[in-house]
């Protein structure tokens, strides 16, 4: 041996049974995640609205309030059926598809934060009497769904007119969307918390 031996060291605090340890991260998270003398939930002050917030699937990105949601009807429609996706609302979703033969479950919108890639087109809209273009989300690029103008207006119109009009609106692709509620509840837990 080299040297003298030591007794082991016992450790002043009180060992904790496996079971506590397993669930303390847990403790620990809900512990950070509420703070005491501040409410769980309801509005937050300075709050403008109640309507829950439509975000872009793929980045998160604003998009769109559930007060934005107007209902335009396309004659194109394969099917139309209504759903509570929205913070417990009730919306129109129309079943369209274009001549690919690709089928897009889709909301209108009055407006959206998308970015329109004009010129307009004017052939196979689904909605008759207006022009379309592509409408990506501004910060991921990723493909969100149409833009649509009256077809009498120019090809190309600027962000500021075509939000400023009662006549514009947008047709977004359900699944490419995510209501801020439903986010909000999302929860990840670290590989290390679990078991």
Known sequence: MCGP????????????PT?????????LLLF????????????????????????????GH??????????????LALSTRN??????RRVTVQL?????????????FRRADVTPHWPAEGHFSWFRGFSWSVATCPRCHVHLGWAFQPSDWPETI???EFEASERTFVALIAPRLLPEDFASSLLIIP???RS
């Open 96 to 108: 369209l598809e274009n001549p690919q033969g690709y089928r897009f479950e889709a909301l209108t």
């Open 19 to 27: 079971s506590s340890v397993r669930g303390l991260p847990f403790a």
């Open 62 to 75: 604003e998009l769109a309030s559930g007060a934005d949601v107007r209902f335009v009807p396309s004659e």
């Open 158 to 160: 600027s962000k500021d």
């Open 83 to 88: 759903d509570t996706l929205l913070g417990g």
């Open 5 to 16: 031996r030591r007794s082991p060291r016992r450790s002043p605090l009180r060992r904790l």
């Open 32 to 59: 950070a995640a509420f703070r005491p003398g501040e409410p769980c939930a309801g509005p937050r002050p300075g709050a403008v609205s109640s309507d829950p917030l439509i975000l872009c699937r793929a980045c």
């Open 191 to 193: 590989k290390s918390f």
